[in-house]
Every structure is written in structure tokens, then in C-alpha cells.
């Protein structure tokens, strides 16, 4: 099956940058995708990747590599707002480009 | 901004009971899906809907389950004899096309007692 990894729980403080990092199998690789989830709420899009590189979108950026199966998000300027877990989702060609998640990261940050 | 909408956002239900779980997709959105998150952990691929049939499933999404739409708006998701093991967030999504970004209705909370 495909196996997503991400770090059960991170912690970082008010202000500061946290790099949370995301690998996959690299087999079929279409896409991928970075959602932010409060507790009790719905997934909320973040950023996309599907070629390599870091794409910037305010505070937030992910970066990917294709040939190493592997992604970061990058948050800046962390606020306590961004407590939260942090899901990172992969498309494969041979899932029917269908979303997989990974276990998600929870992120706690303290003032 | 448009987005996608569920009903009911919380149904307690006894074992046994069928239970349907309600959705609207945005409006110009081709794809729609279903997606399950048990308490505590991740977010599980359950079925994929294009052009009025399913287009994926996943082992999860066995013969209690079924995906309809029923008229031109709505997008639902049928469980017929419930588990207590059914318990879960039960999210609709929908995107442009196959592969973009999905797009997350508040979730229908599922409790079977």
C-alpha cells in the first residue's frame, strides 16, 4: 500500500519557525498536498507541490522532492493560532490519483 | 466562497440502524468523495463519485456502504446496518477534477451506541 510518515507530535514556541517533514514511497507519485486540521474541524488546504521546489504562500511553504519521496512545510512567525495538525496528502496515478493521507502532525505552540 | 456542505453534523444512532449522511458539493465540482477519521487518527480514503458513478473504493467501503446522487445538488452516503466500529468523523469533499485540490465539508460526527 502507500505509506505515508510524518512526526506524531511536534512542539515549537510563539514567534519562531517549525519544519514539519512528510516522506512517501515514491512509486506513482502525482502529487502532493499539505492540510492544516484544528481538533474537531475539517481539513483546510494549505499548499500544493507536484514539481520540486518550495513554494511560498505567506507564512506557510512546502518544499518537495520527487526523487527522494519527500516534503516539508515550513511555518514562520509561529502563532498560537497554528496549533493544529498538519496533514500531508499524496496523489498516486496507481490509486486513481485519489488522496492518501498520512497520520498527520500536532503541532502545540506555546507562548 | 463557495464550499461544501453536510448534514447532519452530528447523528447518534443504535447498532444495526441505517444511517445516510447528506452532502453539497460545490457547484462546479465534477468529483466528489467520501473520507472517514476515527477518533484520533488519520484520515481514511472511503469512495470517489464522477458523472453519476463511483469511480473508486477503498477495502473500507464494503457492501454496507453506498454512494448516491440523488437529484443534481445533493451527494449521499448510505450505511445500512451500522457497527459500532462505524463511529467516526465522516467528511464529503469535492474538487475540480481528478487529482486537484479537495475541498472539505465540516464533517457529519457518527456515534453507533
Known amino acids: 500500500g502507500q505509506n505515508i510518515d510524518q512526526p506524531t507530535e511536534m512542539t515549537a514556541t510563539e514567534g519562531a519557525i517549525v519544519q514539519i517533514n512528510c516522506t512517501y514511497q515514491t512509486s506513482g507519485f502525482n502529487g502532493l498536498f499539505w492540510y492544516q486540521q484544528h481538533a474537531g474541524e475539517a481539513p483546510t488546504f494549505l499548499s500544493y507541490n507536484v514539481l520540486d521546489g518550495l513554494e511560498e504562500k505567506g507564512r506557510f511553504s512546502s518544499f518537495l522532492s520527487r526523487s527522494k519521496g519527500y516534503s516539508y512545510l515550513l511555518l514562520k512567525e509561529l502563532q498560537m493560532k497554528d496549533s493544529a495538525s498538519y496533514l500531508c496528502a499524496v496523489t498516486f496515478y496507481n490509486y486513481g490519483q485519489n488522496f492518501v493521507f498520512g497520520p498527520g502532525t500536532r503541532l502545540s505552540v506555546l507562548p | 466562497e463557495p464550499e461544501v456542505t453536510q448534514t447532519p453534523s452530528h447523528q447518534v444512532t443504535q447498532m444495526g440502524q441505517e444511517v445516510i449522511l447528506r452532502c453539497v458539493p460545490i457547484s462546479n465540482h465534477l468529483y466528489f468523495y467520501w473520507y472517514r477519521q476515527i477518533l484520533g487518527q488519520k484520515v481514511e480514503f472511503l469512495v470517489s463519485?464522477?458523472?453519476?458513478?463511483?469511480?473508486?473504493k477503498s477495502e473500507i467501503f464494503d457492501d454496507q456502504f453506498s454512494v448516491e446522487r440523488p437529484d443534481g445538488s445533493n451527494f449521499t452516503l448510505k450505511i445500512r446496518s451500522t457497527k459500532l466500529e462505524d463511529s467516526a468523523m465522516y467528511f464529503c469533499?469535492?474538487?475540480?477534477?481528478?487529482?486537484?485540490?479537495?475541498?472539505f465539508g465540516e464533517g457529519s460526527w457518527l456515534t453507533v451506541v
Open positions: 469533499a469535492s474538487s475540480t477534477n481528478l487529482g486537484n485540490t479537495i475541498y
Open positions: 463519485f464522477y458523472n453519476n458513478e463511483i469511480s473508486e
